[in-house]
Antibody, heavy 128, light 110 residues
């Protein structure tokens, strides 16, 4: 059974960089036909896709966050990471990592992928 | 706030059939497939329906999905007390070139 677990500081100061890691167990992050992503949900608000990465390090970011986001993969540790720079209180949220899978015959287009396994999420608060 | 619109709450009695709607636009639901998630707070969200109406293995056939135009629905038949939790829809958005989500619906089993 695939499992994902987010880890990182629960408190980040304004203007600093938020850094989170997602550790994948029960499967390889280098498996073909899977992407890996980050999603967040601010308190009282809806979920927001942050970005997605393939193990070969092709990345896709939400345009609203693109200038501040970097997602990377460490295949040796079976982990992928999120860095969000210049954070403000608006970046306070529960951050989730997730795997993106696809149906057989539909793996030719990223838009046909769906989040099939998630971590339980980690709350990150931006405050001085 | 959310790109996809869901009712904030829904309810039903045990054994009843309930539906949860998810409304979008031509750039998301209108031209892409819809996925549904079940989420018990504090735990990992679970994929319930993918590609509009497909169930992952292990998901009971009490759960079903459908899509028409720019709207989608999740139906739960034979409602059980353990179904009481939050449900979210999601879809790819061609304008965003990324995924968008609904605000979530809290289901109460009366």
């Amino acid at each position: 059974q695939l499992q994902l677990q987010e880890s990182g500081p629960g408190l980040v100061k304004p203007s600093e960089t938020l850094s989170l890691t997602c550790t994948v167990s029960g499967g390889s992050i280098s498996s073909s036909n899977y992407y890996w992503g980050w999603i967040r949900q601010p308190p009282g608000k809806g979920r927001e896709w942050i970005g997605t990465i393939y193990y070969s390090e092709s990345t896709y970011y939400n345009p609203s966050l693109k200038s501040r986001v970097a997602i990377s993969v460490d295949t040796s540790k079976n982990q992928f990471s999120l860095k969000l720079s210049s954070v403000t209180a608006a970046d306070t949220a529960v951050y989730y990592c997730a795997r993106l899978g696809c149906s057989r015959g539909s793996c030719y287009s990223l838009q046909l992928y769906y989040f099939d396994y998630w971590g339980q999420g980690t709350l990150v608060t931006v405050s001085s | 706030q959310s790109v996809l619109t869901q009712p904030p709450s829904a309810s039903g009695t045990p054994g009843q059939r309930v539906t949860i709607s998810c409304s979008g636009s031509s750039s998301n639901i209108g031209s892409n497939t819809v996925n549904w998630y079940q989420h018990f707070p504090g735990t990992a969200p679970k994929l319930l329906i993918y590609s509009n109406n497909q169930r992952p293995s292990g998901v009971p056939d009490r759960f079903s999905g459908s899509k028409s135009g720019t709207s989608a629905s999740l139906a739960i038949s034979g409602l059980q007390s353990e179904d009481e939790t939050d449900y979210y829809c999601a879809a790819w958005d061609d304008s965003l070139t990324g995924w968008v989500f609904g605000g979530g619906t809290k289901l109460t089993v009366l």
